[in-house]
């Protein structure tokens, strides 16, 4: 039942559209490598004049990737900042126009008055607006389209062969790092602009090491369907690797992506046979770990094996490995995972976890 008090209803995350320096090779690796699928296509050929975009997906996963054709613009402008990332997290909603009205009516700036879109498949309603840094919110409505995404994108003809599946089902949450002291802004900003409320929070007693610390806010909508933590650095004896990003992001930006598999075990084998680069911990994380997790189905060795952390709380267990960044500059990388039962985020995890994120930022140069 919706809720009649949720002034910003969402159905879910809607697509995730990158803006990036050549998106044609970007979707490749999208394809071979994380095992997306091309499903359509817009750009010079069809009508498009100033970018080409590739729509990929998998099971409910969408990912747009963008690419200017020309030195300036807004794109252009975006990739040179800073470097391929996330401009747009849409949200999938009933009624785009009342998405932007209760949100700007609340202190959002918007960033595309609510349009409506149309081909043969129908008519799309979409509006958007401004979040962290250069990152907004679009709102997607979806009743009256019958079409495969959105009008302007054209189904690919030729069967994909470059894709390569990996059992990646949803988008489980989106992380975003934001600058000194302003977690809570952004707290504020998802509570009062769109309805979210506090999910779970971390700080730096529970997430810090020798030398660096963050604090961590998740936010989450009425249904629970979009999750967005939000972190800042916490002052440490060195950088943090919430700086690290900052420094190499210009600014805030989405830190992580964690998608989900029923099968981590197989999902992370085939994403590293297929040239998907893991943080790795200790083999000391998975002495103890029987002892922190009590029983799991999965045995230690393919775990340890392949990297894979375990998390346990009162509601059950949870499953997790992260990428290293996925372009040259330390900024946007990939979380999967599996949860049985936990609703949790891999708070002991955290420890071992960052300590293997400092040592690739010291290869950087950058601790
Ligand atoms: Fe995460």
Do not use: C
């Not at 498009?48 to 747009?64: A, C, P």
């Not at 046979?273 to 799991?296: A, C, M, S, W």
Request: glycine share 8%; proline share 5%.
């Amino acid at each position: 039942m919706p809720d009649p008090t949720d002034f910003l209803p969402l159905n879910g995350t809607d697509y995730v559209e990158f803006y990036v320096g050549n998106a044609k090779q970007a979707a490749h690796f999208y394809r071979s490598a994380f095992g997306m699928e091309m499903l359509a296509y817009r750009g010079p050929e069809t009508g498009t004049r100033d970018r080409s975009s590739y729509l990929l997906g998998q099971n409910k996963i969408r990912f747009v990737l963008t690419t200017p054709m020309q030195p300036d613009g807004p794109i252009a402008e975006h990739v040179r900042k800073h470097g391929d990332g996330v401009r747009d997290i849409a949200l999938w909603v009933d009624d785009a126009e009342a998405a932007y009205r209760e949100t700007t009516k609340r202190g959002a700036k918007g960033v595309r008055v609510p349009e409506v879109l149309q081909d043969e498949g129908g008519q799309i309603k979409i509006s958007a607006i401004a979040a962290y840094g250069d990152t907004i919110h679009s709102f997607v409505e979806r009743r009256n389209y019958t079409g495969l995404f959105l009008p302007g994108f054209v189904k690919l003809d030729q069967p994909d062969r470059v894709s390569r599946p990996v059992g990646l089902k949803y988008i489980d949450h989106m992380v975003s790092n934001v600058g000194w002291g302003q977690m809570d802004t952004w707290v504020a900003f998802y509570r009062d602009v769109m309805g979210f409320r506090l999910y779970q929070h971390f700080d730096d007693k529970d997430i810090s090491t020798e030398y660096s610390a963050l604090m961590s806010k998740v936010m989450a909508n009425g249904n629970d369907r979009v999750k967005f933590p939000i972190n800042e650095p916490a002052e440490g004896r060195r950088k943090s690797q919430i700086e690290e990003y900052l420094d190499f992001y210009k600014g805030p930006g989405v830190q992580h992506i964690a998608m989900a598999t029923d099968n981590i075990v197989e999902t992370v084998s085939k994403l590293r046979n297929q040239g998907i680069e893991f943080l790795r911990v200790p083999h000391t994380y998975y002495q103890d770990l029987i002892k922190r997790t009590g029983k799991i189905d999965e045995p230690i060795e393919a775990l340890e094996e392949l990297g894979i952390l375990v998390d346990r709380d009162e509601e059950g267990y949870m499953l997790q490995i992260f990428t290293k960044p996925v372009e040259d500059r330390p900024t946007l990388f990939f979380e999967i995972i599996q949860r049985k039962g936990s609703r949790s985020f891999g708070k002991g995890n955290f420890k071992a976890l960052f300590e293997s994120i400092e040592r690739e930022q010291a290869l950087r140069g950058n601790l």
